[in-house]
């Protein structure tokens, strides 16, 4: 990527930063900590890595996304109204019964989200459901999935981790948000995952480690690596910090989900405007 584009990733990914700030202050709830992990993530995806129509959002031969850690969706809610698929408006109905941003996707409010999710780890089994049926189809689209390290915890990943690579799903992307952390605190302490890379290649997975999940170019690469791989799923760990670009929420498990007092939100809106690009 050349430096003007890397530049204005970055100020799409400080415009999401400040969404997910203002939709959660207006809300008085929601998931500030594990939304912020992402933004780098889904910025380079919606808006360089998959194959996507802004004119068209539900393009037939569009690549699939599956937002598996649904209660993050504040983000995604943002990067669809930088695409102009929905109206800004909307944001600051999120979480409201008579707006389409419900606290997890909901695809009975509407067809962008591409499955309703919220219940950890049923996005894996959906994205694998997915890919293998735009295979058996003949269709070209890939599937990208973003999971959490949590979610690693579940049962059903592992299901799906297992067909995925029994069935060389190379049009499956799965992307760990790996912050270390769930709602109690440390994932290593609580119920360790570890060691990640071994346990999905013995599943027959490609894997890629990205130490700093939030730099764009280094994430781009991982994608760029992924489209090559032909003959297994990848995943790609991206290391992440929860809560990122706000410094009170930074590695701070109560940030999760937690109500933004006025002055917090002015806080953290003010920390947000002096953020170098
Ligand atoms: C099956 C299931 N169990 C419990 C929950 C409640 N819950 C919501 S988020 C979360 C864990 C958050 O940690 P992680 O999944 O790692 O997400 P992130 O750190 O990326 O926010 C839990 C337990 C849920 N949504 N689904
Ligand atoms: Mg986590």
Not at 197 to 216: C, I, N, P, Q, T
Request: contains cysteine.
């Amino acid at each position: 990527m050349n430096p003007e584009e890397v530049l204005d990733l970055k100020r799409k990914a400080l415009q999401v930063r400040k969404d997910i700030v203002e939709m959660t202050y207006r809300a008085q709830s929601g998931h500030q900590g594990g939304a912020l992990s992402w933004v780098e993530i889904g910025v380079l995806l919606f808006f360089k890595v998959m194959n996507l129509r802004r004119e068209e959002p539900l393009w037939e031969g569009r690549d699939r996304f599956v937002l598996s850690k649904g209660h993050a969706c504040a983000t995604l809610y943002s990067l669809w109204s930088l695409l102009g698929w929905i109206e800004r408006e909307d944001l600051w109905r999120f979480r409201r019964a008579d707006g389409i941003l419900q606290g997890h996707p909901s695809r009975r409010k509407t067809p962008l989200a591409e499955t309703s999710t919220g219940s950890l780890s049923q996005g894996t089994s959906v994205a694998v459901g997915m890919a293998l049926g735009l295979r058996m189809d003949g269709r070209p689209s890939r599937v990208y999935a973003l999971i959490s390290d949590a979610e690693l915890q579940e049962g059903q990943t592992w299901e799906a981790v297992m067909l995925a690579g029994n069935r060389s799903l190379s049009n499956l992307t799965f992307v760990l948000d790996y912050n270390g952390l769930q709602i109690e605190g440390d994932v290593h302490r609580i119920n360790d995952p570890t060691p990640i890379e071994r346990k999905f290649r013995d599943f027959k997975w490609a894997v890629k480690v990205v130490e700093d999940g939030h730099d764009l170019n280094l994430l781009y690469e991982a994608f760029n690596w992924a489209k090559g791989v032909e003959d297994a799923p990848q995943l790609i760990i991206a290391r992440t910090v929860k809560g990122k670009g706000i410094s009170f929420m930074e590695n701070r498990p109560e940030w999760h989900s937690k109500v933004l007092t006025e002055e917090l939100y002015r806080k953290a809106m003010e920390e947000l405007n002096s953020t170098p690009l």
